[in-house]
């Protein structure tokens, strides 16, 4: 069973720094694209940072210069540095993940992992 498990959201003021990781863990053959994702309430999920196997990355608009996303492929894990946060940041954080499975390329998500930046 394939399993994507984040860690690392919590509550910070605003100006502060959070680091979210995202491990897969199960019968993974390999895995392409990963990022991250946030939805806050009563808004659509959006893409905040995407990186692929062979280390190209986006950025949404209002996070490029403020949070890096990074991978240790030999750990199956993604990470999200978040600094200067901003109230506006709050949302849940969801990790995707394009898999390499006994059954193909399948695409997973975490649970989520709220983040909240206090003014």
């Known amino acids: 069973q394939v399993q994507l498990a984040e860690s690392g959201g919590g509550l910070v003021q605003a100006g502060g720094s959070l680091r979210l990781s995202c491990a897969a863990s199960?019968?993974?053959?390999?895995?392409?694209?990963m990022g991250w994702y946030r939805q806050a309430p009563g808004a659509q999920r959006e893409l905040v940072a995407a990186s692929t196997r062979g280390g190209s990355t986006n950025y949404a608009d209002s996070v490029k210069g403020r949070f890096t996303i990074s991978r240790d492929n030999a750990k199956n894990t993604v990470y999200l540095q978040m600094n200067s946060l901003k109230p506006e940041d709050t949302a849940v954080y969801y990790c995707?993940?394009?898999?390499?499975?006994?059954?193909?390329?399948?695409?997973?998500w975490g649970q989520g992992t709220q983040v909240t930046v206090s003014s």
């Open positions: 995707n993940a394009d898999l390499y499975t006994a059954r193909g390329l399948e695409n997973y």
């Open positions: 199960g019968s993974i053959f390999s895995i392409d694209a």
